[in-house]
C-alpha cells in the first residue's frame, strides 16, 4: 500500500513538473518581457541592467527552478493586464469555478444514474430509447451551443432566468457564494445544467452499460431465487455492484468540468476563472495563464490522486493481484 | 469533448487460418485472402446496422459538398451584401430565395457560409486526425518493439498528456503556438495522440507473441518489414475504429477553440467562429446561430454513427 502510494506520488509530481514546463514556456515563446516593459528609446545598457535585475541571464535551469519555487508558494508576480497580483485575482475568481463545478458534478449524479438505471431495467421501452438517443445526441454537440440554446429559451424567449453573471452573491471570509441569495441561485441554474449534460450522458451509458452487466451474472440470479424482491435486487445488489466504477469515471471527470467550465463561463459570462484565463489568453497576459495552467493541474492531479487510492482502498482485488503478482 | 478509446488490447482476427501477413508475403498462396471477399464481410456486418449507414451516408454527402463548394455554393463566402443584413431564411416573413438560409450579420450568405465550413471542418479533422494517427502509429509500434527505456520514456509521457483535461491542453498549445487555424489543428492532433499510442502499443504487444510473427523473423524479416508489413497491417482495426472517432472529436474541439477566438480567425467560414460572432445576434435573429449549430451536430452525429458501425463490424469483440 505505502510502495502504491508513494509511486502515485512520484506520478504527480511528475505530471506538475511538466504542467510547470510548459508554464514556463509560456514566458520565453510568448514575447520579450524586457522590450514590453522598457519601451522603444531605452538604451543597451537600460536592458541589461533589466534582464540581470529580473534574473533573465540566469542559466535556464536556474530560471525554471525560481519559478517552481515561486510556483510552490503560489506567487506568480503581477497581472500584465490589470496589474494586480495573480494569486489575489484567481483567489478571488475561484469560489465561483467551483460552485459551479460542484454543482453540475452535483447534477450529472442525481439525474445520471436514476436515468442509467432505468434505461437498464426497462431497456426496450420507448422512454429508454428516447433517453439514449438524446444521450447521443447531447455527446454530439458543442457545449456552447447548448448554453446558448438556453439562454435563448430560457432568458430570451421565457425570461425566467438570467442570462448572465451571477447573480447578487454573499461574502463569506474570502469565499463568496451565491447559494445564498435567490438571483444567485436562479443564475447558477444555466450554466450548471450545460456543464452537467455530458458528464450526465456519460454517467448515465455508464450505468446502463454495468447494470447490464451485472444483472447477467450469478449472484443476482442468485438473490433472485433467494427471492429477493426486484427493488432489493435491482438496488441492493446490482446498483451497489456499479457504483464503484461510476465514482472513479465522475472523479477523474470532475477535473475535466472544471477545465470545461472554461466555455461554459465564457457563454454565461460567469466571473470564474475560466473567463479570466480566455481574457488572459487574447491578452497574451502570460502570468495569468500560467498560474491557471498550474493551478488547475493541481486540481485535476490531486483529485486524481484521491480517485486512485480511493479505488484501492474500495476494491479488494487490486490488493491480492499486486500481492501475487508482485512477489 | 468525447474521449472514447477502443478496447486497447483487441486486436481483430479476421481471418485465423491464415493471417494477413502470410498473404502480403505470397499472395498467390490463398486467393481467397484476396481484399474483395474481406470487404464484402465487412460490407455485410457494416450494413446491418442502420445507423452506420444512415453515418456513412451523410459523411459521404458532406464529403462531396466539401469538394464541389465553389460550384454549389450560391455567393462567395466573405461576399457582403450590405443592403441585406440579417435577412430571415427564405421561408420566414423577409426572407428572400436569393439567401436561402438568410445572411449574418455583416450580410454573409450563411448557406454559402456553411457549405465553405464543411470543407475546412473535415479538413480539420482529416488533417489532425492524420497527423495525431501517423505520429501515434509510430510512437506505439517503437514502444511495442523496442521495449525498455524507449517505451518506459514514451509511455510516461502520454500518461502525463492524458493526465490534464484535454480542452485545457490544447488551450494551452494554442496559447503558445498562437491563434489560427493551422496552430489549433496542430493542438487537437497532440491532444489526440496518446489514444494512438497506447492502441498501437497494445496492439502490437498483443500481435508479437503470436506464431506469424515468429514465422516472418524466422524467413528473415528485418525489423521496419516487422513493424510496417507484418505487424502493423493486424493492428488497423482498433486504430481505424478510433481515427473515425477522433474526427468528431476533432471537428468538436475545432469548435470550441473557434468558439473562444482561439482557432480560425475572421473571416474563415468556420462554423465554432461563426457560432462566436453570432452570439450577440441571438434575440434577433436565431437563425444566425441555429444553422452553424446544426451542421456541426449532423456532422458529429454522422462520424459518431459511423464510428459506432465501424466498432461493431471490425472489432466483433466490443459488441454489447
Known amino acids: 500500500m505505502l510502495a502504491f502510494i508513494i509511486r502515485r506520488v512520484m506520478q504527480s509530481a511528475a505530471v506538475m513538473l511538466t504542467v510547470a514546463f510548459v508554464a514556463f514556456g509560456l514566458f520565453n515563446f510568448v514575447g520579450d518581457p524586457v522590450a514590453s516593459m522598457l519601451g522603444q528609446d531605452a538604451t543597451p545598457d537600460d536592458r541589461a541592467r533589466l534582464r540581470a535585475d529580473l534574473g533573465l541571464d540566469d542559466p535556464f535551469y536556474k530560471q525554471f527552478a525560481s519559478f517552481v519555487g515561486n510556483a510552490v508558494k503560489g506567487e506568480f508576480g503581477l497581472s500584465l493586464r490589470q496589474g494586480r497580483k495573480v494569486s489575489t485575482l484567481l483567489k478571488e475568481r475561484m469560489p465561483a469555478t467551483l460552485e459551479l463545478s460542484f454543482t453540475a458534478a452535483i447534477l450529472a449524479l442525481v439525474l445520471g444514474i436514476p436515468m442509467g438505471v432505468y434505461t437498464a431495467l426497462r431497456r426496450n421501452s420507448w422512454f429508454s430509447q428516447v433517453l439514449l438517443t438524446i444521450s447521443l445526441v447531447g455527446v454530439s454537440l458543442p457545449t456552447f451551443l447548448i448554453g446558448i440554446y438556453l439562454i435563448l429559451i430560457f432568458a430570451v424567449l421565457l425570461g425566467w432566468l438570467p442570462s448572465f453573471g451571477r447573480g447578487d452573491v454573499t461574502a463569506l471570509g474570502w469565499w463568496t457564494t451565491g447559494y445564498l441569495t435567490q438571483s444567485g441561485l436562479k443564475a447558477i441554474i444555466l450554466p450548471s445544467i450545460t456543464l452537467s449534460l455530458f458528464v450526465m450522458t456519460l454517467v448515465m451509458r455508464l450505468v446502463r452499460s454495468e447494470m447490464l452487466e451485472v444483472l447477467r451474472t450469478d449472484y443476482i440470479k442468485f438473490a433472485r431465487a433467494r427471492g429477493l424482491t426486484d427493488r432489493s435486487v435491482h438496488f441492493g445488489h446490482a446498483l451497489m455492484n456499479t457504483l464503484v466504477p461510476v465514482i472513479t469515471i465522475v472523479g477523474l471527470q470532475l477535473g475535466g468540468i472544471i477545465a470545461f467550465a472554461i466555455i461554459t463561463e465564457t457563454v454565461f459570462q460567469w466571473p470564474g476563472m475560466g473567463l479570466l484565463f480566455i481574457q488572459a489568453v487574447q491578452f497574451a497576459d502570460i502570468p495569468v495563464m500560467a498560474a491557471y495552467l498550474c493551478l488547475i493541474a493541481l486540481i485535476f492531479v490531486i483529485i486524481n490522486l484521491i480517485v486512485d487510492l480511493l479505488y484501492y482502498a474500495v476494491d479488494p482485488r487490486l490488493r491480492i493481484d499486486r500481492a501475487t503478482t508482485g512477489h | ?320
Not at chain 2, 516472418?216 to 508489413?229: S, T, V
Open chain 2, 1 to 320: 469533448m468525447v474521449e472514447r478509446t477502443a478496447a486497447p488490447e483487441a486486436p481483430p482476427e479476421s481471418d485465423p487460418v491464415m493471417p494477413r501477413a502470410l498473404a502480403d508475403i505470397a499472395p498467390e498462396l490463398d486467393p481467397a485472402l484476396a481484399a474483395p471477399s474481406s470487404l464484402r464481410e465487412f460490407w455485410g456486418d457494416f450494413s446491418q446496422n442502420r445507423g452506420a449507414v444512415a453515418g456513412l451516408a451523410m459523411v459521404i454527402a458532406l464529403v462531396l459538398v466539401a469538394i464541389f463548394a465553389d460550384w454549389i455554393a450560391p455567393h462567395s463566402p466573405i461576399e457582403q451584401f450590405r443592403e441585406a443584413t440579417l435577412t430571415p431564411p427564405s421561408w420566414h416573413e423577409g426572407g428572400t430565395t436569393k439567401f436561402l438560409l438568410g445572411t449574418d450579420a455583416l450580410g454573409r450568405d450563411i448557406l454559402s457560409r456553411l457549405i465553405h465550413g464543411s470543407r475546412l471542418s473535415l479538413f480539420i479533422g482529416f488533417i489532425s486526425v492524420t497527423l495525431s494517427l501517423a505520429l501515434g502509429v509510430v510512437l506505439g509500434l517503437l514502444a511495442g518493439f523496442l521495449r525498455g527505456i524507449t517505451e518506459i520514456f514514451i509511455m510516461r509521457l502520454m500518461d502525463v498528456m492524458l493526465a490534464l483535461p484535454s480542452l485545457l491542453l490544447a488551450i494551452a498549445v494554442v496559447a503558445i503556438l498562437g491563434p489560427g487555424l493551422i496552430n489549433a489543428m496542430y493542438a487537437i492532433a497532440i491532444v489526440l495522440l496518446p489514444h494512438y499510442v497506447r492502441l498501437a502499443r497494445a496492439a502490437v504487444i498483443g500481435e508479437t507473441g503470436k506464431e506469424y510473427v515468429a514465422a516472418a523473423r524466422i524467413a528473415g524479416a528485418g525489423p521496419l518489414r516487422l513493424m510496417f508489413n507484418t505487424v502493423l497491417p493486424n493492428c488497423t482495426a482498433p486504430l481505424i475504429v478510433q481515427a473515425t472517432l477522433g474526427f468528431s472529436t476533432a471537428i468538436l474541439d475545432a469548435a470550441a477553440l473557434g468558439f473562444l477566438g482561439l482557432g480560425a480567425q475572421p473571416p474563415t467560414p468556420e462554423w465554432g467562429s461563426m457560432l462566436a460572432d453570432a452570439l450577440e445576434f441571438i434575440q434577433r435573429a436565431s437563425w444566425v446561430v441555429t444553422w452553424p449549430g446544426l451542421a456541426i451536430l449532423i456532422t458529429v452525429l454522422a462520424f459518431n454513427l459511423m464510428g459506432d458501425g465501424l466498432r461493431d463490424a471490425l472489432d466483433p469483440k466490443l459488441k454489447r
